[in-house]
Nanobody, 126 residues
Framework: QSPLVESGGGLVQAGGSLRLSCTAP????????VGWFRQVPGQRREGVAC????????FYDDSVKGRFTISLDKAKNTLYLQMNALEQEETGVYYC???????????????????WGQGTQVTVSS
């Protein structure tokens, strides 16, 4: 079993919203930098939004600023990604990850990240 488990993906029309969730049965997310990544067909995986569990610092890729919001519910040990105004080009598999690094470095995947989920499919239709 993956240490992280994503849910909330699905089919949505362009301009619509989805909220993804990531739970971690064996980890305390508040101790890590945690983030959301996506892999669009034919492209490399990229960081979308990352957050420091210890101090709350956030980092967003420029392409999602103002539309996506990352948050961590420490009591529920659950990471969220609220995605608004979704675009068709954002169709892909969305993953959550956790690593002891800092949010920007984690999102940029400057090194291998310690923990990954198996991903959840997001499909944005026209």
């Amino acid at each position: 079993q993956s240490p992280l488990v994503e849910s909330g993906g699905g089919l949505v029309q362009a301009g619509g919203s989805l909220r993804l969730s990531c739970t971690a049965p064996g980890l305390t997310l508040a101790r890590y930098a945690v983030g959301w990544f996506r892999q669009v067909p034919g492209q490399r995986r990229e960081g979308v939004a990352c957050l420091s569990g210890p101090d709350g610092t956030v980092f967003y890729d420029d392409s999602v600023k103002g539309r996506f919001t990352i948050s961590l519910d420490k009591a529920k040990n659950t990471l969220y990604l609220q995605m608004n105004a979704l675009e068709q080009e954002e169709t892909g598999v969305y993953y959550c990850a956790a690593d002891p690094g800092i949010p920007e470095a984690v999102c940029q995947m400057l090194g291998p990240l310690d923990y990954w989920g198996q991903g959840t499919q997001v499909t944005v239709s026209s």
